[in-house]
């Protein structure tokens, strides 16, 4: 069982950069795929950046997301942010095995934390 924890949100003027973490317990997610999702109100969830469990890379435009292994932890840089940034942002994590292709969809993800607002003023 892995728990994840989300920290690093808060409000943020536009034109900013903000660096959201996800810590893991439980277990380590360094053999997973992992990924950062947000929901903004009336949206669906959407995923916006993603590893798989060898660290292939897929992401939208300016997100970008990492891992450290040692730290069990995941990160998610966002520049350049716009009000329409604005969401709850979670990070996701599927059971350690082998895993060459993050899902898009949020119901094949294992495990979720509990999110982390971000709100962006104009």
């Known amino acids: 069982q892995v728990e994840l924890a989300e920290s690093g949100g808060g409000s943020v003027q536009a034109g900013g950069t903000v660096t959201l973490s996800c810590q893991a317990s439980g277990d380590t997610i360094g053999d997973s795929c992992v990924a950062w999702f947000r929901q903004a109100p009336g949206s669906t969830r959407e995923r916006l950046a993603a590893?798989?469990?060898i660290g292939a890379e897929s992401k939208k435009g300016r997100f970008t997301v990492s891992r450290d292994t040692a730290k069990n932890t995941l990160s998610l840089q966002i520049n350049n942010l716009q009000p329409d940034d604005t969401a709850i942002y979670y990070c996701?994590?599927?059971?350690?095995?082998?895993?060459?292709?993050?899902?898009?969809?949020?119901?094949?993800?294992?495990?979720w934390g509990p999110g982390t607002q971000v709100t962006v003023s104009s």
């Open positions: 996701a994590a599927a059971r350690p095995r082998p895993c060459m292709n993050p899902p898009t969809n949020p119901g094949l993800w294992d495990y």
């Open positions: 590893l798989s469990s």
